[in-house]
């Protein structure tokens, strides 16, 4: 079966600074998805960013990009200028090929301090 | 935009009581999930969907049932509520396939007393 491993369970960054959360992840599986989610405060689970395992270039979406390295099976995600909006808990998530559900890491509570 | 959304935000029940949960998506999704969420433990899928009438157990099924009658509408059933089922239960859909997003609604916090 599938893991997802988040390492860090809290991080802490400034406000403006640049911050990485980790994600590994085991899998034998060539074809898959990668996913990074935030739960803010509110609960309301949203995507970031996705990253399709066969493609080399790292996926980014404004702030937010990703180091994929396959080989390694880590998914790390790199906030950029940091925001006091980006506190919230964020999600490593996997699926493999086919239409099967995600499998979520444990979570890494991201805390931006002013 | 997608919508997703669960009937209660809150509830409170005694140990005992069934328990019905119910989620709503406005997107014609095939796939429906249910999730609970616990501190430390991240999300752990209880059961899902991916057609009307079908349902699939998940990695913690155990004192949970779902019904899907309906496209949109898929519900989480505690038959008999204990105490260690209070939690976050977070319900979500997505169309099928490997690269869709799933949506999540707002989540139910649930305190079995």
């Known amino acids: 079966a599938q893991t997802v491993t988040q390492s860090q369970p809290e991080m802490s960054v400034q406000e403006a600074e640049t911050v990485t959360l980790s994600c590994t992840y085991d899998t034998s599986e060539s074809d898959y998805y990668l996913f990074w989610y935030k739960q803010p405060p509110s609960r309301q689970m949203i995507l970031v960013i996705r990253q399709e395992a066969y493609k080399q270039q790292n996926a980014t979406e404004n702030r937010f990009s990703v180091n994929f390295q396959k080989a390694a099976k880590s998914f790390s995600l790199k906030i950029s200028d940091s925001q006091l909006g980006d506190a919230a808990m964020y999600f490593c998530a996997y699926r493999g090929s086919g239409n099967t559900p995600l499998v979520f890491g444990k979570g890494t509570r991201l805390s931006v301090i002013a | 935009d997608v919508k997703v959304t669960q009937s209660s935000r809150y509830l409170v029940k005694r140990t005992g009581e069934k328990v019905f949960l119910e989620c709503v998506q406005d997107?014609?999704?095939?796939?429906m999930f249910w999730y609970r969420q616990d501190p430390g433990l991240g999300l752990r899928l209880i059961y899902f969907?991916?057609?009307?009438?079908?349902?699939e157990k998940g990695d913690i099924p155990e004192g949970y049932s779902v019904s899907r009658e309906k496209k949109e509408r898929f519900s989480l059933i505690l038959e008999s509520a204990s105490t260690n089922q209070t939690s976050m239960y977070l319900c979500?859909?997505?169309?099928?396939?490997?690269?869709?997003?799933?949506?999540f609604g707002p989540g139910t916090r649930l305190t079995v007393t």
């Open positions: 997107m014609d999704h095939e796939n």
């Open positions: 969907s991916y057609d009307v009438k079908m349902k």
């Open positions: 979500a859909s997505s169309l099928p396939g490997t690269r869709t997003e799933q949506y």
